[in-house]
């Protein structure tokens, strides 16, 4: 585990926010921002995620349906604000969201960083997901109507640099 600052800031001061079993959240004196500290070193995060994926898989099938539920209710707030179009899900998983996205009339792409997860969605269909982490050149500039990131920024060593890039990807009107 590493002791960092505040992403947003640089600030060192922060309050007990809550405690979880997972970790601590603490809230950043400064700004506000509220972000896990202590947090797990990045190729321990890399390590879990990249970890053998076989046994997780039935259990997020098991989990597609409560999953498109919360799903569905990101999509309907999504589709308040732009019309179906080309979206990216951050963190796809096994493709739960590309499926109801593709549905719903979207044209989907996806990133994971479990390559594995990646190689499942490919398997299903969705051939536009890349594995590992995001970069400049994983997609074009502004060639994306609408990005989710359900269930990811919250994982992230520094989200703020995430938010940069799918801002990069985002269309003029379009939503993250």
Not at 18 to 45: A, F, Q
Not at 73 to 89: F, K, N, Q, S
Not at 106 to 134: K, M
Request: glycine share 8%; charged share 25%.
């Amino acid at each position: 585990m590493e002791q960092v600052v505040c992403n947003l800031c640089g600030n060192d001061e922060t309050d007990i926010f809550c405690r979880r079993p997972s970790g601590r959240l603490v809230r950043c004196r400064v700004c506000g921002l509220t972000y896990v500290n202590p947090r797990p070193e990045l190729r321990d995060i890399d390590a879990h995620y990249n970890s053998d994926m076989s046994s997780r898989i039935s259990y997020y099938r098991m989990s597609a349906k409560a999953d498109t539920r919360t799903f569905s209710e990101i999509l309907a707030l999504i589709e308040r604000h732009v019309a179906p179009g080309r979206l990216l899900d951050v963190g796809c998983n096994i493709g739960t969201y590309l499926e109801l996205g593709q549905r719903h009339g979207w044209r989907v792409a996806g990133a994971d960083i479990n390559r594995q997860a990646a190689a499942y969605c490919w398997q299903r269909g969705f051939e536009d997901v890349v594995p590992g982490s995001l970069s400049e050149d994983s997609f074009q500039s502004e060639s994306f109507d609408a990005v989710n990131l359900a269930d990811v920024i919250e994982h992230l060593p520094d989200p703020l640099c995430l938010l940069r890039l799918v801002h990069r990807y985002t269309s003029p009107g379009g939503v993250i």
